[in-house]
């Protein structure tokens, strides 16, 4: 063997080009050209300044969304990995913002995110995925950057206020408050003035949304019920799904605690990032109401909203006694129920319910009955109780309601209607994976335009994806779940059709 004489004095060129050792199908790419390309549509105006340049806002942007896809939410281990990781340095072309820059830029430019999220869906559309043919629609709670304790009451806010004018408040009043009005009381970092203006903002929230107490982290956030039945300090989040791609559409928070009357706000947003009305529009049945109904019916747009029943016969839970409403079939031919015993209860009288609030419509109530028939009924025992001499159908809703009922009752859109599932799949990946409950962000505007960066990261993933034909198979999946198993030491019982 030749040994080889090593001259260490030797000096030698070489030329680095940052991205030359990353894959060219590799997602960072993918990013970079996407940005670049799209951001000319933003039209930030970058103005140069005295002293240090600014760091370019289209590399910031490519930072932030290849960060959100790696999954990193902390702005020092951005700025770490801008530093010193090769594809974070290609990415942002090889600046070298700090952690307060990178949240300052987070902060500042994020309505901007939306705008990127609708260049998604153009370019899903251009490139002929899909033609948004169907969208999903449905609603979750994000818990709010506010503990369910941290929050100040009506009394206390009108104590504070007539304290921070310079009225009298006797001393035992000023002891029996609790620990947040109390905080704000002795803060000594801001003045009365910025306590006064805290206090009226608190207020105006009070009478907005009718409730007794209010978040003092975060006042815009709401009390909302959790899927476990525990009331949570939380934001309603909204988003619409397309069928074919799975991109999401739009993104909408709202303090509403309830979706109810949400369908026309996301349904708009997401017209607007589409630029295009789709042909069908699904959510579940809470959405099934007039304010709904009448937004579908203007617009043109085919709506598939099931009745409650629907919803529980699908899903094989409807309740276990035989006489109860969920066993009355409809006949919409004679606008009458069949009850289990084949005795039709006819409409009998229609009212309005007044609603209080002006921007609700008013209920319309429905009864069916048929006294004759329960008289000698031989399961009158069964059906009704001792006190009562006949049954009585109650049914809210207009014929419009009707009509979707019918609708929804033919095999066609029974199958559309299947669809709507796939706006579960998007909300799985921002919370497992995007962690958007773990986010610090106070506010509604500024937790909606997070969500909006969640959003974009999912979405531009999921184009990357579909661009390369990239998918699962059922080895990668069992991979993974076998993976999951053995880190977790939990039990393997899974089978991958």
């Keep these: 063997m030749v040994r080889r004489n090593i001259n260490n004095k030797q000096a030698k060129l070489g030329i680095e080009v940052y991205g030359e050792n990353i894959p060219k199908d590799h997602i960072s790419r993918f990013i970079v050209d996407f940005v670049e390309e799209n ?17 370019p806002i289209v590399s910031m942007l490519k930072l932030l969304i290849y960060s959100k896809i790696e999954h990193v939410e902390s702005a020092k281990y951005i700025s770490d990995m801008a530093k010193y990781h090769e594809i974070y340095k290609f990415v942002s072309d090889d600046i070298k913002p700090s952690e307060r820059s990178i949240q300052r830029y987070r ?3 994020g309505s901007y995110f939306e705008v990127l999220l609708k260049m998604t869906l153009k370019k899903a559309y251009d490139n002929g995925f899909t033609e948004f043919n169907h969208v999903a629609i449905d609603g979750t709670i994000k818990k709010a950057c506010n503990s369910n304790n941290n929050i100040i009451t009506e009394k206390e806010t009108l104590i504070l206020e007539k304290y921070f004018k310079g009225i009298q408040i006797d001393e035992e009043s ?13 803060n000594k970092k801001i003045n009365t003035s910025k306590k006064l203006e805290l ?18 982290n975060d006042i815009e956030a709401r009390f909302m019920k959790g ?29 509403n605690p309830t979706d109810h009357y949400e369908l026309p706000e996301i349904a708009d947003k997401a017209i607007k990032n589409m630029n295009k009305k789709p042909k069908h529009i699904s959510a579940d049945s809470i959405y099934l109401n007039q304010i709904s109904l009448s ?7 085919d709506g598939l909203i099931p009745t409650r029943k629907q919803s529980k016969q699908r899903i094989a839970r409807l309740n276990s006694n035989p006489f109860h409403k969920d066993h009355f079939g409809y006949d919409f031919e004679k606008d009458a129920f069949l009850c289990p015993n084949n005795k039709y209860l006819y409409f009998y009288k229609e009212y309005v319910e007044h609603n209080g609030d002006s921007n609700k419509y008013d209920k319309i109530k429905r009864l069916y009955n048929n006294y004759s028939a329960c008289k000698n009924c031989e399961c009158r025992s069964k059906c009704i109780s001792g006190s009562q001499t006949h049954k009585t ?6 014929s419009m309601k009707k009509s979707m009922e019918e609708k929804m009752e033919t095999g066609e859109y029974q199958d559309e209607y299947a669809k709507r599932s796939s706006v579960e799949g998007p909300y799985g990946v921002l919370k497992t994976q995007f962690n958007i409950e773990k986010e610090v962000v106070v506010g509604m505007v500024k937790t909606e335009e997070r969500i909006n960066l969640d959003a974009l990261a999912y979405n531009i ?5 579909i661009t390369h034909d990239k998918s699962n198979s059922n080895e990668d999946l069992t991979d993974f779940c076998e993976s999951t198993a053995i880190s977790h030491q939990l039990k393997l019982e899974v089978t991958i059709f």
């Design 295 to 301: 937004y579908l019916a203007n617009n043109n747009i």
């Design 39 to 55: 951001y000319k549509i933003l039209n930030i105006e970058e103005k140069e300044k005295p002293g240090r340049n600014p760091f």
């Design 174 to 186: 000023l002891k029996k408050l609790n620990k947040p009005a109390k905080k704000i009381l002795e």
């Design 393 to 398: 159908i109650t049914e809210y809703g207009s």
């Design 199 to 216: 206090i009226y903002d608190i207020k105006t929230q009070l009478t907005l949304t009718g409730q007794k107490k209010i978040p003092v």
């Design 227 to 255: 899927k476990k039945g525990n009331f949570l300090v939380a934001y309603n989040v909204q988003s619409a799904v397309d069928y074919d791609t799975k991109l999401i559409c739009a993104i909408n928070v709202t303090q």
């Design 461 to 465: 993933k999921r184009l990357y994806n």
């Design 107 to 109: 902060d500042k430019y």
